[in-house]
Nanobody, 122 residues
Framework: QLQASGGGLVQAGGSLRLSCAASGRTFSNYGMAWFRQAPGNKREFVASINYNGGRTYYADSVKGRFTISRDNAKNTVYLQMNSLKPDDTAVYSC?????????????????WGQGTLVTVSS
């Protein structure tokens, strides 16, 4: 089970840190990712990280502003979001993949957490 938290309302230019805590199994061998879905839009890839944190990948729209990281001892993945824009407003969900690397396709993720809402005001 994956539990995302940390969403909220923030002004443009502000920061938020999302957390995704895993329970029920150890995800230290899983690739992990964050996806987001804005109202009326399809779910889109945000960032992914491989099993040991040594490799990350970002969508162009968040590159340089967001940072994905993980703490396998705590079975938790994080998404640090800086310089937030109104276009970042969405429900953010974390996901785990049996593939230990990074992947941008949601079809490669086997476990999903419920989302946490991020709202960025202008």
């Amino acid at each position: 089970q994956l539990q995302a938290s940390g969403g909220g309302l923030v002004q443009a230019g502000g920061s938020l840190r999302l957390s995704c805590a895993a329970s029920g199994r150890t995800f230290s061998n899983y690739g992990m990712a964050w996806f987001r879905q804005a109202p009326g839009n399809k779910r889109e890839f945000v960032a992914s990280i491989n099993y040991n944190g040594g490799r990350t990948y970002y969508a162009d729209s968040v590159k340089g502003r967001f940072t994905i990281s993980r703490d396998n001892a705590k079975n938790t993945v994080y998404l640090q979001m800086n310089s937030l824009k109104p276009d970042d407003t969405a429900v953010y969900s974390c996901a785990a993949s049996l593939y230990s690397g990074t992947s941008v396709s949601d079809h490669n993720y086997n476990y999903w957490g419920q989302g946490t809402l991020v709202t960025v005001s202008s």
